[in-house]
Structures are given as structure tokens and as C-alpha cells.
């Protein structure tokens, strides 16, 4: 397939000084009312490497899932070349530095026409005061070649499709999460995530993504330890989800340091990315009635 790849060398400017790493407590981990348990396939531990460190302090493994090959190779470029529109449209190009100053050489948006509405914030309100959530295009078909939408002008014409394959990751949970709206990040060839740790604030139980394009390595390091580490290799098609400690107490990276970039020996070359993410809204301390208005 075309992947759009950029391949020609670009110049960045300097976004700033490093990414500022916070140390949450671990009574602030979010914890979900109902167990989160994902049984990760036999395939996927060849995805994950832990550091001797990490398995003699006891860490939970199951705070990062790899699901390799979990879009079929149509499914894979259906996502990105529906990606590519909504970036084209919405995000058109590449940031020398994000916001916080986590990301360097990327483009991101989010769209909320692939989230159901019985899966967001709103699905959970109207379930917490006894009311069904609002009727949701989600389950109307694709648009027809004529470019009909069946009434419903914010249908694209492959959203149903794609709203499909996204319902297989969030069945993966349990219901009463909340999603936000899936969120596409586009990483250049020569961008980079610094090392940071989520914010346990403003941040649910769960974050993770479907992997596009290109490979990558992240990196997960204790922040009290580094050398407590877990090295995941992002493939194309994976779906991957970390949560708990691995989230909140460890930094996570995709860097261009080469020493940081060898998988089975093999350095992995610099490639542009897109990850799908998806990330769980956090309930408000008196549950999600308490946004009724």
C-alpha cells in the first residue's frame, strides 16, 4: 500500500527544555470500580522485554498489554488512510514541540465521530440518571457510493467501517468505562515522545492504541530506578494498553537514540507513526450523575 511515508530530511528547531517528570503517589492510581483484566495472547510476550530488575521487585506484568495483528492488513490501511484525511483536515502540519513538551515533530487530532455515544462521558450520565443515551449514527451504514449518508451528514463514508473495529478494542472493558474520543497521533520520522508520566489528575485507568505505519520501541523506566524497566515493541497492527504502575510510576518514551531503538539485536529503523489512541475519562468523585444537568 501507499503509506504517505515523509522520508525527506526535515529541519526542527529546539522545542524547549526536557519534559518536566512528576512522581505520583500510588494512592493516587485510579482504580477501576470493576476489575480490568486482560488476557494478554501468547503472541504478545515476544513483544515485551523486562528488565531483570523489574521482575525481581515483583511489578505486575499485566500492566501492559500487546495484542500483535490485531487489525487484519485491510483493516490496518482503511484506519491510516482515514487517519491521513482527518489529519489532512484538521491537523495538516507537523509541530516542532507539543504543549507540555512530551512530544517533538508531530501532528494529533481527535474525532469524536468514531466514538459511540453509549461509550462516552454522555453514554455514562444518561445510564447513571436512568435515561438511554442519545440515537447514534455509529449504527447507521456506511455512506453509500452516492454520497448519501442516510440523513446523517457527520457520517463519513467509512466511519462505519472503522467504528466496527474500534467497538472490538472497547468490548475488551468493562462497561462502565467512559472513553474520550480516539485520539490520532501522528509521529514524523524524526519525532520523538521525551520520557513523562501521566498525570493521575486528569487521567482514567487505561491508555493504549492501535499501532500504524511504522515500528517503534517504547521504553518504560521506574522513576525512582531506571534500571526497573520494560522495552515493548510497537508493530504495525498491534494494539497495545498499559495501566496501574507501569502508567503512573514509570516514564514512557519513544526516542531516537539508537540505543534505545535495538530489538532482537537489530537496530529498528526510524519510521514516521500513527497510533490510534484511546484513553478512559476519570470519573468525578461523585460518580458521573453528579454532570447531569
Not at 467512559?178 to 501522528?186: C, Q
Request: hydrophobic share 35%; with cysteine; charged share 25%.
Amino acid at each position: 500500500m501507499r503509506t504517505g511515508v515523509l522520508t525527506q530530511s526535515r529541519q526542527f528547531s529546539d522545542a524547549g527544555t526536557p519534559s518536566r517528570v512528576d512522581k505520583p503517589n500510588i494512592k493516587d492510581i485510579p482504580q477501576s470500580k470493576v476489575p480490568i483484566n486482560l488476557a494478554m495472547p501468547a503472541s504478545g510476550h515476544s513483544f515485551i522485554k523486562y528488565s531483570p530488575e523489574f521482575i525481581a521487585q515483583g511489578f505486575n506484568k499485566d500492566d501492559i498489554y500487546v495484542h500483535p495483528g490485531f487489525v487484519t492488513a485491510d483493516e490496518h490501511d482503511l484506519l491510516v488512510k482515514n487517519c491521513e484525511k482527518k489529519l489532512k483536515r484538521l491537523a495538516s502540519t507537523y509541530e516542532m514541540g507539543h504543549f507540555d513538551k512530551r512530544i517533538q515533530n508531530y501532528r494529533e487530532c481527535s474525532v469524536s465521530a468514531w466514538l459511540p455515544n453509549k461509550r462516552s462521558v454522555a453514554g455514562q450520565v444518561a445510564q447513571a440518571i436512568g435515561k438511554n443515551a442519545d440515537p447514534d449514527p455509529i449504527d447507521l451504514p456506511d455512506r453509500a457510493p452516492s454520497g448519501k449518508s442516510a440523513g446523517w451528514t457527520t457520517v463519513g463514508k467509512y466511519d462505519g467501517q472503522i467504528r466496527h473495529i474500534l467497538e472490538r478494542v472497547w468490548s475488551l472493558f468493562p462497561d462502565d468505562l467512559a472513553w474520550l474520543p480516539p485520539h490520532i497521533l501522528d509521529l514524523h520520522q524524526d519525532g520523538h515522545i521525551l520520557p513523562h508520566v501521566d498525570n493521575p489528575d486528569y487521567s482514567g485507568h487505561v491508555v493504549g492504541g492501535l499501532s500504524l505505519l511504522g515500528h517503534a520501541v517504547s521504553t518504560f523506566k521506574h522513576v525512582d530506578d531506571p534500571r526497573v524497566r520494560v522495552d515493548v515493541m510497537l508493530a504495525p497492527r498491534s494494539l497495545y494498553f498499559m495501566a496501574n504502575q507501569v502508567r503512573y510510576r514509570f516514564t514512557h518514551e519513544i526516542t531516537v537514540d539508537p540505543g534505545q531503538r535495538i530489538w532482537q539485536g537489530e537496530l529498528v529503523p526510524r519510521a514516521r507513526r500513527i497510533s490510534l489512541m484511546f484513553r478512559d475519562a476519570k470519573e468525578p468523585e461523585k460518580g458521573w450523575k453528579s454532570l447531569a444537568g
